[in-house]
């Protein structure tokens, strides 16, 4: 059994910073992705943030490059997400997802198994 597990979500001003970490516990696996998703009130799923293979690589959405930092503790199996200048439209619930199966650097919500619950980021202007 595999669990993922969020934390760090709050309600912070526009421009301010948030650090998301995203446990994962149960079952051992080596991952070849774990990613961030956010998800806000009547929209799709979207895909923001992965860090690929053994941090081999990252991708970022457009929209938070420059903003946004994903990074990975290996030996600890956590991903993080570090948040900066953050604006009301990044509201969302951000969920963490990881996948050890196919290729590393993927972004869509279907290539992903493994899903935390969610933590609430609220921005306000």
């Known amino acids: 059994q595999v669990q993922l597990v969020e934390s760090g979500g709050g309600l912070v001003q526009a421009g301010g910073s948030l650090r998301l970490s995203c446990a994962a516990s149960?079952?051992?696996?080596?991952?070849?992705?774990m990613g961030w998703f956010r998800q806000a009130p009547g929209r799709e799923r979207e895909f923001v943030a992965v860090?690929?293979?053994?941090?081999?690589?990252?991708y970022y959405v457009d929209s938070v490059k420059g903003r946004f930092t994903i990074s990975r503790d290996n030996p600890k199996n956590t991903v993080y997400l570090q948040m900066n200048s953050l604006k009301p439209e990044d509201t969302a619930v951000y969920y963490c997802a990881a996948d050890y199966g196919g290729a590393t650097c993927l972004t869509r919500v279907s290539d992903y198994n493994y899903w935390g619950q969610g933590t609430q980021v609220t921005v306000s202007s």
């Open positions: 860090i690929c293979g053994i941090g081999v690589g990252t």
């Open positions: 149960g079952r051992t696996f080596i991952w070849n992705r």
